[in-house]
């Protein structure tokens, strides 16, 4: 079984922050189309200050990283997606507790708390075209794959595949929560914004896992 | 973007260093100009506590004072404050009677809330919650609960902050506060965008000679957009969604809170206001309170809201009661 | 032109209108509602009468009111009342002690109220004149008489109005107003036009990036235009040229009034408001009193105004005494 | 010696308000390079307000013609050129108090009245680039073709020509007074605002007398 080891699970962490910064303006507009054009800087702030604050860890395990990283974005960051990735990555460590490295079962646990953390503290179902429909898809497909046996690698090109396209299938939803809920049926036809930063960390947690796969 | 500041990314920050340096009577907690609470906390009065994103000023933390609130989670701008500092506002604000949180009905600001509550409760301090749900433009009838809070809620300070001030129970407090949300409406109307400083650029565009008649706070989009039309006939229109959902009858006393955006002259207020005096005369009801100016703004935008609560007996002396925070001053005569 | 008006022509009286119907504590003489005054006139009081052109609320209309001014004449936009208005406010006003009047130094203004004082003279009405010139942008010193009077002659009616309210006589009154229009200085900075109703477009125009240090409230050209710099950068600029002409001495007092013009948001005013702190402190002058907020205002033009009033130990006491305008509320602890 | 009756004089002011109709948008814009823009409106209204004063009245006499101009416009535009146009009028009105008919000897004392007013109202001396640099050579005009016997529409006209020069060489000049003052040297240059308005006025007069002489 392949998985990665703490101290290289920490690399992820600068990875995000720079992706996030790349995205800014991506995701300010995105935002801005039915929302208040800030997921962009919230996000990039978000994942700066989970980086370093993880960073600043002397060789930390798991749900320590993912505990620092959440506190750290719930500070940094307290507008709903943030707030929202926050939980995710405190109920995510919670998931991680006995992790001593990260597989693809501890992804599926991990993914699986993130999703169900932010449908109770945001109070979304699926459909209510929310990041939860993307996050949760991305659970399921760890969980499948974990289920099947599959290796991390294939496990986490396929989660970052689902989530892709479970980001197109949010275009056909109409918003039911926060800001955007406001534009109703004008909604429809347009990708989520936070399911858009949920896409992007499955997309990075693959490109991260490619890269840096070792054996045990 | 025309706006006096340094590095965008202080905005917040340096416009409390500005609050704090010119208003004594409020300060900070935990060490976080964030954190803004009363320096004359009242021993034994139940805590009101509000909290959102900067750029609405004198909204939020400009209704912290006497008789009115006692601290302010205050956020960057159009974003909530965290859980965190709305839990030590919420420590120090406690004076063994609960603390209740009154703010709008806003995603961010929900989970941020929630959150700091779920702490305190650890702590043993006892919360309540009232979220301000004003704006008829933001959903339909039945579906209130989805309603965006907006200038409205001043009313909802001024009841809470008074019956709170009158030492009543925190239970109580809430309880009234409830019937003011129950019976406060707001129907807004937007001519240009604001400019968030991070951003640099305006949220979204509108024609020369556009209106939207229902916006957010936040540039959410409202019911119509539609050609600018005269003072009056924006009145009107405002004025029957609101008729159309609050039973007004002959006799009856309502206070009226009419607020500019921050583009607006006061001028344009009070051509606006004649009109609805002469709406509210033409159905016998009687404007028994009006206030004029900026209560909730977002920055530069041009616009204006009308806020009503419908008075009854037990909610007029509260609205009436002399109030004196750094942003409002009410005088009880 | 993106106003909330019906006709153009109609925005004064609509305006005023609004007003009175919004404040029953001030009415109007002479069945004219451009003849603005107190509702409650105090016996044997001097009276002080102001007026000016409209599309500066709360200036000038706005500061009559207790412990304040007595009556104003309300001119159009930009333009002075005429003589028989003010004449009629000083009749209404006068309770036998006298008239002051109060205004800044416009031409037009000055005609009007040279031929209101002498027709007042013919019924017997002593009148004395005080007319605002705080705009250290307008001319050099030595020509003070010659300069424009723009938000600070707020201190002048405060003083002013604290004096009379104290029953002084009119010399009396006279006297100490002009010693707070000699201690009074302002700068401003304007970032955009504002627009006329009657006229429908700016009156002037101003790059993106662009700020006019010392321009006047009516779009007068200041001192030099150059890019628009970063706040406190402006704030030094700005109270460089106060420095350089009032002396304050280490432990001196002073008054600041920060005021918007109309279009700039009040977070921007305290950003601003931070950096004159940290002046004051580096000089060892203390603040012993602050206003910021919308004061003067040129409709919607952005921009905003420094005002420092040079305090002593008469005009202090004054200065702090409680007043209540429907525009102005001013606690006194 | 021509001159006019009082009856025909009441013909000016319905003269003077559409010339200054017409005139609204170029004042507006003249008073706008180095004042507040108002002046196109102002004088409108001033000469509205004046030609509907005199038409309400029964077959006035001169004085009471010009005196009723005079408080129509204090009432109407009372911006520094309606108050001083105001002053004018009611000085002018006083010079003409014995004058049953309009001639040159007439329009001498009523421009000298004129023109002193509003020196005196608006205590400036000539020089000062404002309103006064005109009506002072006007009054001076017809003064000097008094004196000389000149003929009613000879001295209308040489008036009219004074004025068209006089408000020339108020470009030379720099502002000292009203709004244009804080322009100081970018005033120069520029014909003031004001002079305009008495240009107008003498131009309107000289066209007057010529359509409507009558001799006597
Ligand atoms: N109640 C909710 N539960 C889950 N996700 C939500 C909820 N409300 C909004 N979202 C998500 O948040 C995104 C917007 O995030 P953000 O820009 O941070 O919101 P805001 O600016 O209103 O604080 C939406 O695209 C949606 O995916
Ligand atoms: N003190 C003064 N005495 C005589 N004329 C003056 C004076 N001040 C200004 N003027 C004249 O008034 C003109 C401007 O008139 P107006 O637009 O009515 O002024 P404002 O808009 O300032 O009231 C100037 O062009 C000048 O001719
Ligand atoms: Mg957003
Ligand atoms: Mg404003
Ligand atoms: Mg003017
Ligand atoms: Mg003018």
Known sequence: MKSLEPQVVTGLFPRLASRFEAERDALIALDGKVGDSDLGLTMSKAFVAARDAVAALDDPDLPTQMKVAGAAIAKAAPSTMGTLMATGFLRGSKALAEAEVLDVAGLAAFWRAYADGVAQRGKAVLGDKTVLDVLDPIACAFEAQDQAGADLEDAAQFAKQTAVEALEATRDLVAQHGKAAAFQEKSRGLQDAGGTVACILADELNAFVQENLTSV | ?333
């Open chain 2, 1 to 333: 973007m025309k706006k006096f500041l340094n590095a965008p990314e202080d905005f917040v920050d340096e416009m409390l260093e500005g609050i704090y340096r010119a208003h004594p009577e409020v300060t900070y907690a935990a060490d976080d100009k964030r954190c803004y609470v009363t320096a004359n906390p009242v021993p034994g009065k139940v805590g009101i506590v509000t909290g959102g994103g900067s750029g609405h000023l004198p909204t939020f933390l400009g209704f912290v004072g006497k008789n009115m609130l006692d601290g302010c989670g205050v956020g960057g701008v159009f974003q909530s404050p965290s859980a965190d500092q709305l839990l030590e506002v919420t420590k120090y604000v406690d004076q063994g009677a609960g603390v209740l949180y009154l703010y709008g009905n806003y995603t961010g600001d929900i989970m941020n809330f929630d959150m700091a509550g779920e702490l305190a409760e650890v702590d043993d301090i006892a919360t309540a919650t009232v979220t301000g749900n004003d704006d008829v433009a933001s959903s339909i009838v039945g579906e209130e609960h989805k309603r965006r809070g907006v200038a409205g809620i001043f009313f909802l300070y001024k009841a809470a902050g008074a019956a709170a001030a009158a030492m009543m129970p925190l239970a109580e407090v809430a309880r009234i506060t409830e019937k003011a949300k129950a019976r406060t409406r707001t129907m807004g109307v937007a001519l240009s965008a604001c400019i968030v400083p991070e951003i640099g650029k305006p949220g979204f565009e509108i024609g020369a000679d556009e209106m939207e008649i229902g916006m957010g706070i936040h540039g959410e989009p409202g019911i119509s957009r539609k050609k600018l039309a005269p003072a009056d006939a924006v009145v009107d229109e405002m004025m029957d969604r609101i008729f159309a959902e609050q039973n007004y009858a002959k006799g009856d006393e309502v206070a009226v809170l009419m607020n500019g955006l921050g583009g607006t002259p006061l001028e344009e207020l009070y051509i606006l206001y004649r009109r609805l005096g002469q709406l509210m005369d033409a159905r016998g009801v009687k404007i028994r309170h009006v206030w004029l100016g900026e209560f909730a703004t977002s920055m530069e935008m041009a616009g204006f809201s009308i806020s009503i609560l419908h008075l009854d007996d037990e909610l007029e002396p509260l609205i009436a009661a002399e109030a004196n925070t750094p942003f409002f001053k009410h005088f009880s005569n």
